[in-house]
């Protein structure tokens, strides 16, 4: 019997104390780069579009990459898919640092999203959901969803305090190092499951054909495709949003006291409450996914972001409303991720969630490049993102109500009786 099985029992795992800590790192990097939106575009004299596009086309091969990386888990074991990962990960923050035009951006970011991939939810969720117990898998996928969250709230703020002192291009060398130093969390992730698992005859090529075959697996990736197009274009654009589109900071006032006192610093500060407030909202979300349908819990929070984006848009932008929308939306933000994954793993079977929830994340990258790329390209051709924020609020709509058919119940089992 392996560690992993052997303490499959307890909440708390190696596995998933690696892997938490894992994403928080990755996650910290990732969602800095929003901050990075405008003093690139500046020293380069770029469109607000360049950079987006070469965000857009990170989060793109970021989703493109899940299910790969969920094949090479397969054929490889867990932990060297992961080692991958990281190894692409930290080259591509290394040349990046050195890019100066968008094309070479733009390509590098395909690097950084392939190694995003490699060492994110697809991979650490599918091997802490394995390491659980059925009665600890929900919360224990929230855990890992919310550490994510808690990279979130660290890496903009940082990267805005980092930015005061040092020029972009070094702070993506420090980066590059923070990556490379999860490479010692390798040996705490278990035994490589992926590759242990293959004895037991299964077909990733049979599990495949039976989820395209099923219409709930069609409507939980169509899903997921407005929670990448929300959270991609806020990742990318919201520190700018507020940064133009807020009222002034008073002087004097808390903000000022906190030493916020410019929409700049608001913007990365509401960027991290978002994170701060998902850790409570994602662990909710993996306690009441185990109580509760998970679609029907996934249409209410799709509904209550469609209720709070619409809100936030029709009222005047100030520091309150900011504050108020980000721990809001926060609350909602990453709540979806452990619900879908547990959707996945309770319809399809834990043996090829990998792969599987590997190719329903590219709806939401596919996602998160429209909402990344829409951002860029309306906003230089309105001046401002109050269109491609409607068009959220429309897609959050169409999610609240696509996931209400889904038989949720494993594939083959029969229907509870009426």
Request: hydrophobic share 55%; with cysteine; charged share 10%.
């Given at each position: 019997?392996?560690?992993?099985?052997?303490s499959?029992h307890?909440?708390?795992?190696?596995?998933?104390?690696?892997?938490?800590v894992i994403l928080?790192v990755?996650f910290?990097?990732?969602?800095?780069?929003?901050?990075?939106?405008i003093?690139i575009?500046d020293?380069?004299g770029?469109?607000?579009?360049?950079?987006?596009?070469a965000i857009?086309?990170?989060?793109?091969a970021w989703?493109i990459?899940?299910?790969i990386f969920?094949a090479?888990?397969?054929?490889?074991g867990e932990?060297?898919?992961?080692l991958i990962?990281?190894?692409i990960?930290a080259?591509g923050l290394l040349?990046t640092?050195?890019a100066?035009?968008?094309?070479?951006m733009q390509v590098?970011?395909?690097a950084?999203g392939?190694?995003?991939a490699?060492?994110g939810?697809?991979l650490?969720?599918?091997?802490?959901?394995r390491a659980a117990s059925?009665?600890n898998?929900s919360?224990a996928m929230?855990?890992?969803?919310?550490?994510?969250?808690?990279?979130?709230?660290?890496?903009?703020p940082l990267?805005e305090g980092l930015?005061?002192?040092?020029?972009?291009?070094?702070?993506?060398?420090?980066?590059?190092?923070a990556?490379l130093?999860?490479?010692?969390?390798?040996?705490?992730l278990g035994?490589?499951e992926?590759?242990?698992?293959?004895r037991d005859?299964a077909?990733?090529?049979?599990?495949?054909?039976?989820?395209?075959?099923?219409p709930?697996?069609?409507?939980i990736?169509?899903?997921?495709f407005?929670?990448?197009?929300q959270l991609?274009?806020?990742t990318?654009?919201?520190?700018?949003?507020v940064t133009?589109m807020?009222?002034?900071?008073?002087?004097?006032?808390?903000?000022?006291s906190?030493?916020?006192?410019?929409?700049s610093?608001?913007?990365a500060m509401?960027?991290?409450?978002?994170?701060l407030?998902n850790?409570g909202?994602t662990l909710f979300?993996g306690?009441a996914?185990k109580?509760f349908?998970?679609k029907?819990?996934?249409s209410?929070?799709?509904?209550?972001?469609?209720?709070?984006?619409?809100a936030?848009?029709?009222f005047p932008i100030?520091?309150?409303?900011v504050?108020v929308?980000?721990?809001?939306?926060?609350?909602?933000w990453?709540a979806t991720?452990?619900?879908?994954s547990?959707?996945?793993g309770h319809?399809?079977?834990?043996r090829?969630?990998?792969?599987l929830?590997g190719?329903?994340?590219?709806?939401h990258q596919i996602?998160?490049f429209a909402g990344i790329?829409?951002?860029g390209?309306?906003?230089?051709?309105?001046?401002d993102?109050?269109?491609?924020?409607?068009i959220?609020?429309?897609?959050?709509?169409?999610?609240?109500?696509?996931?209400?058919p889904?038989?949720?119940?494993?594939?083959?089992?029969?229907?509870?009786?009426?």
């Amino acid at each position: 019997m392996t560690a992993t099985r052997a303490s499959s029992h307890s909440l708390i795992t190696p596995v998933l104390i690696a892997g938490s800590v894992i994403l928080i790192v990755n996650f910290a990097i990732r969602s800095a780069f929003g901050v990075f939106q405008i003093p690139i575009a500046d020293e380069f004299g770029w469109l607000r579009a360049e950079f987006s596009t070469a965000i857009a086309i990170q989060n793109l091969a970021w989703g493109i990459g899940q299910p790969i990386f969920g094949a090479i888990a397969e054929k490889l074991g867990e932990r060297k898919a992961v080692l991958i990962g990281i190894l692409i990960y930290a080259a591509g923050l290394l040349l990046t640092s050195f890019a100066v035009s968008p094309g070479q951006m733009q390509v590098l970011e395909m690097a950084v999203g392939f190694g995003i991939a490699g060492t994110g939810f697809g991979l650490i969720l599918a091997m802490v959901g394995r390491a659980a117990s059925d009665e600890n898998r929900s919360m224990a996928m929230a855990i890992a969803t919310a550490a994510g969250s808690m990279g979130q709230v660290i890496g903009p703020p940082l990267a805005e305090g980092l930015l005061s002192a040092l020029p972009w291009q070094t702070i993506f060398l420090l980066f590059t190092a923070a990556i490379l130093s999860m490479i010692l969390l390798l040996p705490f992730l278990g035994k490589g499951e992926g590759a242990v698992v293959a004895r037991d005859g299964a077909s990733l090529s049979g599990a495949l054909r039976r989820a395209a075959r099923d219409p709930s697996f069609t409507l939980i990736f169509l899903g997921f495709f407005s929670c990448g197009y929300q959270l991609g274009f806020m990742t990318a654009h919201f520190p700018a949003l507020v940064t133009e589109m807020c009222g002034p900071i008073a002087p004097g006032g808390v903000l000022d006291s906190m030493g916020v006192s410019t929409t700049s610093a608001l913007g990365a500060m509401a960027f991290g409450l978002v994170g701060l407030a998902n850790i409570g909202g994602t662990l909710f979300a993996g306690w009441a996914g185990k109580r509760f349908p998970k679609k029907y819990l996934l249409s209410t929070i799709y509904t209550l972001r469609t209720v709070v984006a619409a809100a936030f848009i029709l009222f005047p932008i100030t520091p309150f409303s900011v504050i108020v929308f980000a721990i809001l939306m926060g609350s909602l933000w990453l709540a979806t991720v452990p619900l879908t994954s547990g959707l996945v793993g309770h319809i399809y079977g834990m043996r090829f969630m990998g792969t599987l929830y590997g190719i329903v994340f590219l709806s939401h990258q596919i996602g998160s490049f429209a909402g990344i790329w829409l951002g860029g390209r309306l906003y230089d051709a309105t001046g401002d993102y109050t269109l491609v924020w409607w068009i959220g609020v429309a897609v959050g709509a169409f999610s609240a109500i696509v996931h209400l058919p889904i038989r949720e119940r494993p594939l083959g089992a029969p229907a509870a009786p009426a």
